[in-house]
């Protein structure tokens, strides 16, 4: 079992940064592929960006690729999401995710990950 706290949602003007952290307890964080995801009012949740249990494989949705990174510190459990040169369409619940894995690789489904955190609100002003 793995529990999932995200923290650093908010509210942002356009064109700002915001840096979202996921912090993870229970079994072996470092076995766990990570993403985080995100859902609008109205929309089914997608996903934005995820990283292999080693940080060393990342995949990104195009609408952020080139925006946000992700990043993990297996020494803190936690895992990042920096978001820059954020947009109104960035606004929704963004939720992290971890997924159980024997190979080093990055998954982009919701049905591939087996744990979810509660979310946290991002909203951006234009």
């Known amino acids: 079992q793995v529990q999932l706290v995200e923290s650093g949602g908010g509210l942002v003007q356009a064109g700002g940064s915001l840096r979202l952290s996921c912090a993870a307890s229970?079994?072996?964080?470092?076995?766990?592929?990570m993403g985080w995801f995100r859902q609008a009012p109205g929309k089914e949740r997608e996903f934005v960006a995820a990283?292999?249990?080693?940080?060393?494989?990342?995949y990104y949705a195009d609408s952020v690729k080139g925006r946000f990174t992700i990043s993990r510190d297996n020494t803190k459990n936690t895992v990042y999401l920096q978001m820059n040169q954020l947009k109104p369409d960035d606004t929704a619940v963004y939720y992290c995710?971890?997924?159980?894995?024997?190979?080093?690789?990055?998954?982009?489904?919701?049905?591939?990950?087996?744990?979810w955190g509660q979310g946290t609100q991002v909203t951006v002003s234009s």
């Open positions: 995710a971890a997924g159980e894995t024997a190979w080093d690789i990055v998954k982009i489904a919701t049905y591939q990950y087996d744990y």
């Open positions: 229970g079994r072996t964080f470092s076995s766990y592929i």
């Open positions: 990283i292999s249990w080693s940080g060393t494989r990342t």
